[in-house]
């Protein structure tokens, strides 16, 4: 089984390019996603490179910015390529199957719960107990 989920918060704007030919849509993007860490170290990062097909990377590329939190689900891909001076090029990178956009907002504000965006702490509402059973 071969099956990703990551939250993260992405490192710069996605790419959004169409394939020759067939004109589908693909956007590039890298998230950070926190490492578990220990009390005395700082927290740690791995930067994690996306690649997603179709409408959702039309959408992603429409909807999202430097900073944002993004949810992905997918697969672990690794794909090789040969350089222009003969070697060859490995490369890893997680495909989308689905994205959610977990930190929503007009794509030309900055990240985070600043400029009227929702962040998805923010989006969790608390039920006031009333001590009664919900079902």
Sequence with gaps: MNKVVLIG????????KFTPGAGTAVTQ????????YQKEKEKEADF?????????????ANHMAKGRLI?????????????????????????A???????????????????GSRTYEEGIT????DGEIPF
Excluded: C, H
Aim: hydrophobic share 30%.
């Design 9 to 16: 918060r992405l490192t710069k704007d996605p790419e959004l």
């Design 29 to 36: 993007f890298t998230i950070a996603v926190d490492r578990r």
């Design 48 to 60: 994690i490179p996306i690649v997603v097909w179709g409408k959702q990377a039309e959408s992603t």
């Design 71 to 95: 949810g992905v689900s997918g697969r672990i891909q690794v794909r090789n390529y040969d350089t222009k001076d003969g070697g060859k090029r490995y490369v890893t990178e997680i495909v």
């Design 97 to 115: 199957d689905d994205v959610q956009f977990l930190d929503y907002g007009n794509k030309n504000q900055s990240g985070g719960a600043s400029g």
């Design 126 to 129: 608390q039920m006031d107990d």
